[in-house]
């Protein structure tokens, strides 16, 4: 039998045991471990940062900020605002040790007042005076980027000291003829742009010979080169390719993840500055975290990779590649439909997926009624186009 004065010595010792192993814990928690320059902004951003398209959870914004994330992403549309409120809500107080940015969808024909109400808006749910990026958002054409008033907003944005840099944000079909406009123009600080493993042409050629589809890679990579050497910023989003990450976890060991090793593989493949990064709860952003640091791919990383294309190659649409473009006599846009189809089906984010569909115009409308179904082996990854974009339209519109 344990006596009071045993059970209260047993109960401290426990205490402290317990105390020591949280402390020890938290020790090696996982921890951004470098902070890379973006570009001629100068500015100091953790190399795995946040994306908020998927969480409007200010808990999270703060355990990724107390684990040394430092750059926080949003958008006026993500979470019809509550993503910037729940941002602005955690990091007040902190606003001079974070970056933060924010995107409005600035379309071809809108003024510089109505993008100057929009930038007022995001600032007001930020609770902040100023931005350091601003970008446009999911730029899908060319034109929205040949809008003067674009320029001239941003301009007198920076001269107010509402915004410090702006910036272009795509993952379109059009994104490469977008993004030749804006560096050869050097109409943009920042680049944002979805970005992957298996679009790095040194991914793609190792695979070249079991790989019907690593021959339809996009001209990528060489455009976000040459954004850099120009000094543009880069960031990298959708390095996940999808995210399926349950489809990987028979596969992975401790300390060794499908996320880690896809992260790994773009930071240090010398075509993006650093990531951002869609958390949606604090177990992801501790795994996620664990890649911050790793300046090469580690052993066992590009099997990972390689099983997880091998996986998904015939149902990931690739960011910026258009090559099923006029397949569709009704002009459905068929790249933008299947992306918001990948954050239905694969991110599980049917709100995400909702908005950016009804953004778009609800453009696969065409496809419930389509007879001919022209579009059937337009893909060179044998995506089954047809009843993907369907399948959006019946879920989204
Ligand atoms: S459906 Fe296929 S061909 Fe069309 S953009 Fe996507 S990956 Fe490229
Ligand atoms: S199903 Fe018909 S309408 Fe839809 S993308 Fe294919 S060809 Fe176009």
């Given at each position: 039998?344990v006596?009071?004065?045993?059970?209260?010595?047993?109960?401290?010792?426990?205490?402290?045991?317990?105390?020591?192993?949280?402390?020890?814990q938290?020790?090696t928690?996982?921890?951004?471990?470098?902070?890379?320059t973006?570009?001629?902004?100068?500015?100091?951003?953790?190399?795995?940062?946040?994306?908020?398209?998927?969480?409007s959870?200010?808990?999270?914004?703060?355990?990724a900020?107390?684990?040394?994330?430092?750059?926080?992403?949003?958008?006026?549309?993500?979470?019809?605002?509550?993503?910037?409120?729940?941002?602005?809500?955690?990091?007040?107080?902190?606003?001079?040790?974070?970056?933060?940015?924010?995107?409005?969808?600035?379309?071809?024909?809108?003024?510089?007042?109505?993008?100057?109400?929009?930038?007022e808006?995001?600032?007001?749910?930020?609770?902040?005076?100023?931005?350091?990026?601003y970008?446009?958002?999911?730029?899908?054409?060319?034109?929205?980027?040949?809008?003067?008033?674009?320029?001239?907003?941003?301009?007198?944005?920076?001269?107010q000291?509402?915004?410090?840099?702006?910036?272009?944000?795509?993952?379109?079909?059009?994104?490469?003829?977008?993004?030749?406009?804006?560096?050869?123009?050097?109409?943009?600080?920042?680049?944002?742009?979805?970005?992957?493993?298996?679009?790095?042409?040194?991914?793609?050629d190792?695979?070249?010979?079991?790989?019907?589809w690593?021959?339809?890679q996009?001209d990528?990579?060489?455009?976000?080169?040459?954004?850099?050497?120009?000094?543009?910023?880069?960031?990298?989003?959708?390095?996940?390719?999808?995210?399926r990450?349950?489809?990987?976890?028979?596969?992975?060991?401790?300390?060794?993840t499908?996320?880690?090793?896809a992260?790994?593989?773009?930071?240090?493949?010398g075509?993006?500055?650093?990531?951002?990064?869609?958390?949606?709860?604090?177990?992801?952003?501790?795994?996620?975290?664990?890649?911050s640091?790793?300046?090469?791919?580690?052993?066992g990383?590009?099997?990972?990779?390689?099983?997880?294309?091998?996986?998904q190659?015939?149902?990931?649409?690739?960011?910026?590649?258009?090559?099923?473009?006029?397949?569709?006599?009704?002009?459905?846009?068929?790249?933008?439909?299947?992306r918001t189809?990948?954050?239905?089906?694969?991110?599980?984010?049917?709100?995400?997926?909702?908005?950016?569909?009804?953004?778009?115009?609800a453009?696969?409308?065409?496809?419930?009624?389509?007879?001919h179904?022209?579009?059937?082996?337009?893909?060179?990854?044998?995506?089954?186009?047809?009843?993907?974009?369907?399948?959006?339209?019946?879920?989204?519109?």
């Open positions: 039998m006596g009071r004065r045993e059970f209260m010595a047993l109960g401290a010792g426990t205490a402290l045991g317990m105390s020591a192993m949280a402390h020890s938290e020790e928690a996982p921890r951004i471990r470098r902070y890379a973006l570009g001629r902004t100068g500015l100091k951003v953790s190399d795995i940062s946040f994306g908020s398209a998927s969480t959870d200010a808990a999270l914004v703060r355990h900020f107390e684990r040394g994330v430092n750059f926080f992403d949003t958008a006026e549309s993500y979470h019809g605002g509550f993503a910037e409120e729940a941002i602005g809500e955690a990091l007040q107080g902190r606003r001079d040790k974070v970056v933060l940015s924010s995107k409005t969808r600035a379309g071809a024909r809108e003024t510089r007042a109505g993008m100057m109400r929009a930038l808006r995001s600032l007001k749910r930020l609770g902040t005076d100023y931005l350091d990026i970008f446009n958002h999911a730029v899908d054409d060319v034109e929205r980027m040949q809008n003067e008033e674009w320029w001239a907003f941003t301009e007198l944005a920076k001269k000291g509402k915004i410090r840099f702006r910036g272009m944000s795509g993952h379109g079909s059009d994104l490469v003829e977008c993004l030749d406009y804006v560096i050869d123009k050097d109409l943009a600080d920042v680049i944002l742009v979805a970005y992957n493993f298996a679009q790095d042409p040194s991914f793609t190792r695979l070249r010979h079991t790989f019907h690593a021959a339809i996009s990528l990579p060489p455009r976000l080169k040459k954004a850099r050497e120009k000094g543009i910023g880069v960031l990298a989003m959708k390095t996940l390719m999808g995210a990450l349950n489809d990987m976890r028979p596969y992975e060991r401790p300390g060794s499908f996320s880690n090793a992260f790994r593989w773009v930071l240090s493949g075509y993006a500055d650093a990531l951002l990064v869609s958390m949606t709860s604090k177990a992801e952003v501790d795994e996620y975290l664990r890649a640091g790793d300046a090469a791919v580690r052993q990383d590009v099997q990972l990779l390689e099983r997880y294309a091998q996986m190659a015939s149902s990931y649409c690739q960011s910026g590649c258009n090559a099923c473009a006029g397949s569709c006599p009704e002009d459905v846009a068929i790249a933008e439909v299947l189809r990948m954050y239905a089906v694969d991110y599980g984010r049917p709100e995400l997926a909702r908005s950016e569909y009804a953004a778009l115009g453009p696969a409308a065409a496809c419930l009624a389509c007879a179904q022209s579009c059937l082996g337009a893909c060179p990854a044998r995506i089954p186009i047809a009843s993907f974009t369907r399948e959006a339209a019946q879920r989204l519109g």
